[in-house]
């Protein structure tokens, strides 16, 4: 379960629409996208805490984490794309600790966070099981892994609906924010096909993690999760 072969070409797409990338995605999610970064963060990531942004691209998770702990944190920002990782100095007064790799592979010993979160880019994960597993053993005993996603609800019929914006109004309102590099966000379908249902997801966390606080927003076409080490 994850993109498998397909990551390439969504990495590729990803290189590409960086110029884009924060316009389309507010525009895309109706500008709920920093409503659900905060909600899901929030109470889960501590003052003192060291944080792996996981699937960083320019750091948005860990800015809002920043901003709810007055500065006082520990970030390393980790994501597939070095290009991503060179555009967050001027998001942040003091850039944070970079690291470029994938989530199947971390670099980073057993035990070593307090905190892995990860904003909208576990879906792109090329094994999801492995992915988890590896934020698993990053993590401290009793350390967060906070997701915020887009989720495949369970019901058949609001998962038609998602998939349709998706498929269908999405490539628009993106075309509209980001003009031809907008278009690329249509790949997003792609991803959001091998994602799996929200209780799926939930059992797969479950598999490794003691507790999941799954909250959704959007009929659950949202997602903002909390699983506990």
Not at 163 to 180: N, T
Request: hydrophobic share 40%; glycine share 10%; proline share 4%.
């Amino acid at each position: 379960m994850g993109l498998d072969s397909y990551w390439g070409e969504v990495l590729d797409v990803l290189r590409d629409i960086i110029p884009v990338y924060d316009k389309v995605n507010s525009a895309i999610s109706f500008g709920k996208d920093v409503e659900h970064r905060n909600r899901g963060i929030r109470g889960r990531v501590l003052p003192g805490n060291k944080v792996l942004d996981a699937g960083s691209g320019f750091g948005n998770m860990s800015k809002i984490a920043s901003k709810l702990c007055d500065g006082d944190l520990s970030i390393i920002l980790y994501d597939p794309l070095i290009p991503m990782l060179k555009n967050t100095s001027k998001f942040f007064k003091k850039t944070p600790d970079l690291s470029s790799g994938v989530f199947e592979h971390i670099p980073f010993k057993d035990e070593q966070f307090d905190v892995a979160l990860c904003g909208y880019s576990l879906r792109d994960a090329i094994n999801l099981r492995i992915a988890i597993s590896e934020i698993y053993r990053v993590l401290k005993k009793g350390g967060r892994f906070v997701i915020v996603d887009l989720g495949k609800p369970d019901s058949a019929v609001v998962r038609f609906g998602v998939s349709f914006y998706l498929r269908l109004i999405l490539p628009i309102v993106a075309f509209a924010a980001g003009g031809k590099l907008g278009l690329k966000f249509a790949t997003l379908y792609g991803t959001y096909k091998r994602w799996p249902q929200n209780k799926k997801l939930e059992s797969l966390l479950l598999e490794k993690f003691s507790k999941v606080e799954f909250d959704k927003d959007l009929m659950g076409g949202a997602i903002m999760v909390a699983a506990y080490k």
